[in-house]
């Protein structure tokens, strides 16, 4: 945690562009020393902790970071055994004030992500949860109205979604309570609670709370562990990490997670897992600045789609095809600074057939408002308000707070061009 902490203060500080010696100055320390904190020559004490935040703005995150080293990622609750139910009944009893920032938030991803993989381990043999077919009819039940969940969080985003999926891992804890159920039966249900888990955490943090997020993606890797199921902790991570990398200075932090994910799934996982887990590195990568190594992590995500289906594919990811990808490429490539390779890549989505205004409303406004930005870049300034409106009409009844976030950011970069009169009447009339 010490390493991960310093790796923390260090890319923040980088990210905020302030140089070295301005940086010192105002920190109240000779810049040697700074230098020789973030190496790792001294200790981070609590007067550095606390300069970092001072001056980068961070409200108290790296202090509370450095409080919290050694500590679990969920407080007091112990991670051996993980007992997952009992935490994640807590948390659906007592998470509705979030009292972590951004910061926080990631730095205990990287715990609760570390202490996953030792529990499932490379020595744990891995179950596979009992087809549905031949279980519980009620258990099949519950599985369908989470496949239903995650399209309504597709399509409408995460307002609504995130108390309908509170109430569905309600229900799946009080069913593993019950003692009802064991064996594979038993597995397969913690396997739906660490999916319920992961639908509440990515709907909170759609809606801009990422310590609540943080707390349940950390249920959901703790029924990840208790179900034996690499794929469901995997997947849940391959979402923390796009909590992370939203964060200023956390990118490599959401490398690590993606990496912990691919290590613990590549047991079992099918291409298709490959694929999504290598582009979500891919989009990280390009966050830290790693041209060369997200290409190559994006060579491997179109090469193991192009193995085709497999039937142990999870249905989990249905939105997982070349359209996705080249999004993704085209998102990766704008953020290293190539807009007309970003073009290109959401080009190819489309030509794909990505179905985005149909079925991925919320995350296609997302993609149009970056290739918008593209196309700003590139001093098309008609092609910029042209997409911003596609963007903008696909948002509609849209409840996201990530995506009108996006658009928004959108807005604020065409304000300086108000002068030209199509981006005039898209500022003043969305």
Known sequence: MPDQLRNDMRQARRASGVAWARFAREAGFGESYLRNVENGNRSVTSGVAAAYDRVLRTGGAFAKALEETGSTAAGSVPWDPPESPTVLAGLLNGSSVDRRSVFSAGAALSVSASKWSEILGPTRPTTTPAPLADGPALLAHVDDRLDHLRHLDD???????????????????????????????????????SEAARQVAWSAFDQGRPGIAQHFFDGSLRASADAGDPISGAYALSFAAIQCYSTPGHAHRAVSLLETARTQAKRKATPRMHAMLAARTARALSKAGTKKECAHQLHIARQALDKGPHDDDPKILYWVDMGEIEMIAGSAALHLGDPAEALRRFEAAMTAAYPGDEEYPRSHAI?????????????????????????????????????????????????????????RDFLQTG
């Open 367 to 423: 993609y149009l408002a970056r290739a918008a930005e593209a196309h700003l870049a590139l001093h098309d300034l008609d092609a910029a308000v042209a997409t911003a409106r596609h963007a903008a009409r696909c948002l509609g009844s849209v409840d996201s707070t990530r995506s009108a976030s996006e658009l928004k950011g959108l807005r604020e970069k065409l304000t300086p061009h108000i002068q030209h009169t199509a981006v």
């Open 155 to 193: 399509e409408l985003g995460s307002g609504d979604v995130h108390q309908l999926a509170r109430s569905e891992l309600s229900l799946i804890v009080k069913l593993i309570k019950s003692r009802r159920y064991n064996g594979r039966t038993l597995d397969h249900l913690h396997s739906m609670a």
